[in-house]
């Protein structure tokens, strides 16, 4: 697990808002702390109201889970620690959205995770594909996601596949579960590299919306 740990620099704190800065744990210094699901919905409602121990305790029980999401995504460690970084700014921002009613605490963060990292893949397009890891692999890192929750995304995310249709789909999947580049794609389906590169922008922004849902 240790190698998807985030390096965040301690003495860089999260920006907030335009007043305040919150200091966080190095990870390494202050592993995962496992807390049950009720105080994770109970440390995101005082976030809300602007407690910044409260964002801290957030952070500290699910940096390293979020990190390994977005660092699965983009295949990249310092592309992933920056995305981390605004990932725990929107959540500062967006803690109020939370609605326990609606999904468990660590599925929404999850979510903003994973739709965040999909905006920066999407905005790098330009990044061999191949560089990027496994986008649909699951989590085996023993973090805060229950089994029958891991399961829940594996679903959203298999739908979401399945509504880009069949064209679509086999070049979203060839491309990041098989790593396959953008020319091996395009020798594979007898497309133009620029179809497979239009398809694959689209695919992401659908699997985003779909997840976002």
């Known amino acids: 697990m240790g190698e998807l740990e985030p390096k965040l620099d301690p003495q860089r704190p999260i920006a907030v808002n ?15 702390r496992s807390i049950s699901n009720q105080q994770l919905v109970d440390a995101l409602k005082f976030t ?3 407690d910044q121990a409260a964002f801290r305790r957030v952070y500290a029980a699910t940096s390293v889970k979020l990190f390994g999401v977005i660092f699965r ?7 992933a620690e920056d995305v981390l970084q605004d990932v725990y700014i929107r959540v500062w921002q967006r803690a109020g959205e939370f609605n326990p009613a609606n999904a468990s605490p660590i599925t929404w963060l999850v979510t903003i995770a994973r739709n965040r990292a999909l905006d920066e893949a999407r905005r790098t397009t330009t990044r061999p594909l191949d560089d990027c890891p496994n986008l649909f692999h ?3 890192d023993g973090t ?3 089994d029958h929750e891991q399961n829940e995304e594996h679903h959203r995310l298999l739908a979401c596949l399945e509504r880009l249709g069949p064209d679509m789909k086999e070049v979203v999947v060839l491309a990041y579960h098989y790593g396959m580049t953008r020319e091996e794609i395009a020798r594979r389906t ?5 179809t497979v ?3 694959l922008r689209q695919g ?3 699997v985003k919306d779909g997840l976002g849902q």
Not at 73 to 79: K, P, Q
Not at 190 to 194: E, F, K, M, T
């Open 18 to 32: 335009s007043g305040a800065a919150v200091g966080l744990s190095h990870p390494h210094a202050t592993r995962a």
């Open 48 to 50: 809300a109201r602007g």
């Open 73 to 79: 995504i983009l295949g990249r460690r310092d592309v």
């Open 138 to 140: 699951g989590s085996n």
């Open 144 to 146: 805060l996601l229950a």
């Open 190 to 194: 007898n497309r133009p590299v620029a």
């Open 197 to 199: 590169q239009a398809w």
């Open 204 to 206: 992401l922004a659908q």
